[in-house]
C-alpha cells in the first residue's frame, strides 16, 4: 500500500485551499465522530470512547512535554506524538490569587478597517503608527506584564505550536500516512470549537486570546464560516509583536484576500498587555464580545470573571472556547465562570440576564475531568458537564421533531443559539485521526503531499 506523506508545509497549503463548502463537510465529518464517540458502543462503531485509550504525557526537564495519543474510528487506528512547551507549575498558593489585586499593566490598541482591494495590490503592512493614535513603537514595548503576572509563563519568545506527527492505519494495521502535527492540531482543534459557533445567532463581535496557531485557525474558520455577519475581531494577546505579525499575515498575504474582500465593514483590533490602559480596555472588549476564543497555554485566567459573570456582563449572551489548556495547573478562564454556568438559575431577579443552561460543554468527560484546569478549580461534578457529542444527539432529536411539526427542544435551541455557552476541550486523539483520514484524501485529490509505494 502506498503510503501517503505530508510535512506541514503542504497541510497548511492544503488547509488554506479549503472552501467554506470543505470546511463543513469536514465540521459534518467531525461531528459525527464526536457523536458516536458519546453515544456510540464498540460493537456499533469505532468511535465509541472505549475505543480511545488515554493518552500518556511524558515531561522532561526542559519544559516540554510529550504527548502520545492513540486513537481509533471505524476505518482506521493512528497516533499522535507531540511535543509541547508547558509553563512550569504555580506555587502552592496558585495564580488566582494575582487577580485579587488590581494588575498595573497595559494595552496597546490596533485598530484599521479592511478594504476590498485586488490579490495583487494587498493594504499595505500595518506600521507602527497605523497600529495606534500614539504612533508607538513596538520595538520599545516591555513583554514582562500581563494578567495573572506572578504566575510561571512560557516567554513570548517560545513557540507553544506542538511538533510531532500523527501515523495513520488501516483497520488491519498498514500504515498508509505520515502527517506533520502542527498545523494539523491547530486546525481540528478550531474546527471542533467552531461546531457551536456556527449555531450562535450573534457573532459581530469576536475576541480571540492568543495570536498563534491556534488563534489563527479561529479566526480564519469563523471568517470562513460566518464571515459577512462579523464586524469586530480583537486579538487580545501580552506580546505586541507575535499580534503585529499575525494581523500582518491577515492583511497581506494572498490565502486572506478573499475573506478581506467578502466584507467591507470588518475591523480588526489588538490589545497587548504591552502598553496603555490594559485593564479598562479588556473590560471593553471582553464585555462587548459576542464571541470568546481562548487560545493559550495560560496557568492564570485570562480576564476577570466579573467581565463576564456580573450583573452587567450577564444582560449578553455569549459563547465563550477555552482550547489552550490542557493540564490540571492550567487554567484560561476564571473557576467562577464555570461555576456560574452551572449554577441553578434564580426565578426571581431584577436584571435581565443571558439563558444559562446548567452546564458546561465539554470535548470528553473523562479527560477534562482529569485534565482540565478549569473544570478542577472550579470543582465541577461530572453531572454539571455534557459532552459536544450527547448534545449534538440531542440537537439532532430536537431537528427531527421540529421538522416533524413538533415543538422541539425549544430551551435547548434558544440557549444554544444566544445564551451563555461554555465549552472546554483538551483535545482527542479522535479528531487528529478524524481529521486526518479527511485531509490524506483531500492531498491524494488535489495532488499534496509525497507518496512512497509499495511502503
Known amino acids: 500500500m502506498p503510503l501517503t506523506v505530508l510535512p506541514d508545509s503542504d497541510i497548511r497549503s492544503l488547509l488554506f485551499s479549503l472552501t467554506r463548502e470543505d470546511i463543513l463537510t469536514l465540521q459534518e465529518n467531525l461531528s ?31 519544559g516540554q512535554t510529550t504527548l502520545f495519543m492513540p486513537a ?19 506555587s502552592r498558593h496558585g495564580s488566582l490569587q494575582s487577580l485579587q489585586s488590581t494588575n498595573s499593566s497595559s494595552a496597546s490598541t490596533l485598530s484599521s478597517h479592511s478594504t476590498t482591494t485586488s490579490t495583487s495590490t494587498p493594504p499595505a503592512t500595518p506600521s507602527s503608527s497605523q497600529m495606534s493614535t500614539l504612533s508607538l513603537d513596538p520595538s520599545s514595548f516591555s513583554n514582562t506584564t500581563t494578567v495573572g503576572s506572578s504566575s510561571p509563563k512560557i516567554s513570548p519568545s517560545q513557540s507553544t505550536s506542538p511538533t510531532g506527527s500523527l501515523t495513520l492505519l488501516t483497520s ?11 498545523s494539523l492540531t491547530a486546525f481540528r482543534t478550531a474546527l471542533a470549537s467552531t461546531i457551536l459557533f456556527t449555531r450562535r445567532t450573534t ?19 469563523a471568517l470562513l464560516l460566518r464571515g459577512p455577519e462579523i464586524h469586530h ?3 487580545i494577546n501580552r506580546s505586541f509583536e507575535r499580534a503585529r505579525q499575525l494581523m500582518t499575515e491577515i492583511y497581506t498575504t494572498d490565502a486572506w484576500a478573499h475573506l478581506r474582500k467578502a466584507n467591507d465593514k470588518l475591523d480588526f483590533s ?42 452587567e456582563g450577564r444582560k449578553k449572551g455569549r459563547y465563550v472556547s ?5 493540564r490540571p495547573h492550567m487554567l484560561e478562564l476564571h473557576p467562577d465562570i464555570l461555576r456560574q454556568a452551572v449554577a441553578p438559575e434564580h426565578k426571581h431577579h431584577h436584571h435581565k440576564h443571558a439563558q444559562k443552561g446548567g452546564v458546561v460543554i465539554v470535548d470528553s468527560l473523562s479527560a477534562c475531568m482529569k485534565e482540565a484546569g478549569e473544570i478542577q478549580q472550579a470543582g465541577l461534578t461530572p453531572e454539571q458537564l455534557v459532552e459536544v457529542g450527547e448534545l449534538l444527539m440531542v440537537k439532532k432529536a430536537s431537528l427531527r421533531e421540529i421538522a416533524a411539526g413538533g415543538e422541539g427542544e425549544v430551551g435547548l435551541k434558544r440557549w444554544l443559539m444566544g445564551g451563555n455557552v461554555v465549552y ?18 483531500l492531498a491524494r485529490e488535489r495532488g499534496y503531499g509525497n507518496t512512497v509505494e509499495g511502503f
Open 32 to 62: 459525527e465522530a464526536l457523536h458516536e464517540y458519546s453515544t456510540g458502543t464498540q460493537e456499533t462503531t469505532g468511535c465509541c470512547s472505549t475505543n480511545q485509550p488515554e493518552r500518556i504525557s511524558i515531561p522532561a526537564s526542559n
Open 72 to 90: 481509533s474510528t471505524s476505518t482506521s487506528r493512528g497516533i499522535k506524538i507531540a511535543t509541547l512547551t508547558t509553563a512550569p507549575e504555580p
Open 172 to 182: 488491519t494495521g498498514t500504515p498508509y500516512a505520515l502527517l506533520a502535527a502542527s
Open 203 to 221: 457573532v459581530h463581535t469576536i475576541a480571540v486570546f492568543g495570536a498563534g496557531l491556534q488563534a489563527l485557525w479561529h479566526i480564519r474558520l
Open 233 to 235: 475581531v480583537h486579538i
Open 270 to 311: 489588538i490589545v497587548s498587555a504591552d502598553y496603555g490602559e490594559y485593564n479598562r480596555v479588556l473590560k471593553e472588549r471582553v464585555r462587548k464580545a459576542d464571541v470568546i476564543f481562548c487560545c493559550t497555554p495560560s496557568t492564570a485566567p485570562l480576564f476577570p470573571a466579573e467581565h463576564v459573570t456580573s450583573s
Open 322 to 326: 477555552a482550547v489552550g489548556s490542557y
Open 424 to 441: 472546554k476541550s483538551v483535545g482527542l486523539g479522535l479528531m487528529d485521526i478524524c481529521v486526518g483520514e479527511d485531509l490524506v484524501m
